[in-house]
């Protein structure tokens, strides 16, 4: 095909070809942007790699995210908090936030690691822990800041379950403030259940590459169809 037959094959399929353009020039930019993702991703997952093999630094106000920690304090066995729908392993199970007290007069909730649900809703585990001075290590963690719709997203006795991690939410089970963050205790720690491993993220940048694959397929795709519309018109 001639180029001039070309333009005159477009010009006579102008809807298809502005159709066609569009979203092929869409998805490759929906793949750039899942590349640009991935990228970003892996950035973070170094610096989050870095933070995890670096030794503890006391915790303070500007501890990062992601940072290894140690802290001094003592636990709060009476106020305890279950978060709810915790699959592990393909069972169903809590979290276990206990708040811990240090500097006299902070709070912060330490994230014990996952345990089992008893036989019913209504059998709540068994979550004793020691209350005596101790010294913590552990990830320093930022839960979801969106807040849940619904009408009990918090039980009123203790040990409270709790259908989010938002510290928004299991701030009003306290009468004092809580940091708003959340420790992941380290798996070597002695007061802890059952550790699951910390990802810093759902979607991995594999996963975004993948994306990106995707896109990119369709857009290809989609110009070979948009080439055989235009070979059938002539």
Known sequence: MTKFKLQETLKENKLL??????????????????????????????????????????????????????VDGIFDGSKQILIDNQIHNGKVGYKIFTPFKFDD??????????????QSRSDLPQIYIAEKKSRIIATVTSPEQGVLAGSELLTNEWPRVSQTKSIEVLSSAFKEPILDIVLVLDPGSSQITEFIEIKPFAITPVKHYGYAMQWFTMSIVLFGMFLYALKREK
């Open 105 to 118: 007069n902070q709070i912060v909730l330490i994230d014990r690691g996952w345990i089992a649900q008893g």
């Open 17 to 70: 070809t502005v159709f066609s353009v569009f979203f092929i020039v869409i998805f490759i930019l929906l793949g750039l942007w899942q590349i640009e993702r991935a990228a970003h991703k892996e950035f973070l997952m170094q610096a989050f790699n870095s933070e995890q093999e670096s030794p503890p630094r006391k915790l303070t106000n500007q501890s990062p995210e992601w940072s290894r920690v140690f």
